[in-house]
């Protein structure tokens, strides 16, 4: 056997568990950092999973999975043949699509005016202010939006009544819920999302902006031409990731901020679910709907990101 063909040999010789276990216990720490992450997405991931044969069952909670009685897709069926589905679809969609096209753009354009600012204390304060909504919990988001809506005291009518408007009771108004979400989701996100674009700005070339400088390009064109660009891949990976969750739109807000006159544009799957599930205690119907919810947000990710592979290169995987 010559040299060449030894080297060969070597390369194509599948690694054995000798080598398998001195990789992991070279990578011990790692692997130690990462297990409570792989521990959370087993017990509160992978784990409920196994809660979907309810969705195919009559389930009953002193029965259990093993014996509830099978039922097929009775639960699925009942869901797409009720008025509710189509009003529950129209308002996610609509209620995710908004929120989507408006809360994504503002971290991008904050991150980028914030990395414009010379005054390195302005730039820290105002980091720090928008970051801080962060730290509040829905409830605490949810009550300060009531509270500043409310027709009585609320700090929004005050001022409309100093300008010489009629007070309005914006929480009851149908027309203003989803303004009001959205708006909510702006001003409580826009901070958290911005790091991670101020983070790949950080990760640019600082001699691509001092070449431009040299050519004489002003301070918009090198954003146009260097920032942006060098942002595209972190701004498609987020856009996939926040496309998948259009259906997934959480129910805690909407519970706190919506009532019965907004609830034909409010009630999603997720609020329907809650209600359904620990509400009447529903719990295959409910389930079917979880189910249904889900695998639309799927689909939207798959859809996403073989888009995004074919037009810009950038995907997941």
Not at 70 to 96: A, R
Not at 176 to 191: A, K, L
Not at 262 to 269: H, L, M, P
Request: with cysteine; net charge positive.
């Amino acid at each position: 056997m010559n040299t060449s063909q030894a080297v060969l040999t070597t390369q194509n010789k599948k690694p054995g568990r000798k080598d398998t276990w001195k990789r992991l216990k070279k990578s011990r720490q790692l692997l130690i950092i990462f297990l409570p992450c792989a521990a959370f997405y087993l017990i509160f991931r992978y784990g409920p999973m196994f809660g979907l044969a309810m969705s195919f069952q009559d389930y009953g909670i002193y029965l259990g999975f093993l014996k509830s009685p099978w039922v097929g897709l009775k639960h699925f069926i009942k869901f797409f043949s009720s008025p509710d589905f189509f009003l529950l679809f129209k308002n996610t969609f609509l209620l995710g699509i908004y929120t989507l096209l408006w809360t994504f753009p503002f971290p991008i354009i904050f991150a980028i005016l914030l990395n414009e600012v010379r005054n390195t204390a302005f730039k820290k304060s105002v980091q720090t202010i928008s970051f801080l909504p962060s730290f509040l919990s829905i409830v605490i988001v949810s009550s300060m939006v009531i509270d500043f809506l409310s027709p009585n005291h609320g700090i929004i009518n005050t001022l409309l009544s100093a300008i010489g408007m009629e007070k309005h009771y914006f929480i009851a108004d149908p027309k203003w819920f989803r303004t009001i979400y959205i708006t909510s989701e702006i001003w409580s996100n826009m901070g958290y999302s911005a790091i991670i674009y101020l983070a790949a700005i950080a990760g640019i070339d600082p001699t691509l902006y001092e070449a431009a400088r040299v050519d004489g390009c002003s301070r918009v064109r090198s954003i146009w031409y260097i920032t942006l660009p060098s942002m595209l891949p972190t701004i498609a990976t987020m856009f996939i990731l926040k496309s998948g969750n259009i259906f997934r739109i959480g129910y805690e807000k909407i519970l706190l901020l919506y009532n019965p006159t907004t609830y034909k544009v409010a009630d999603v799957f997720s609020t329907y679910v809650y209600r359904k599930g620990l509400l009447e205690s529903n719990y295959s119907y409910a389930a079917a709907v979880g189910l249904f919810e889900s695998a639309v947000a799927l689909i939207l990710l798959l859809i996403t990101n073989r888009v995004s592979r074919k037009l810009s290169e950038q995907s997941l995987w």
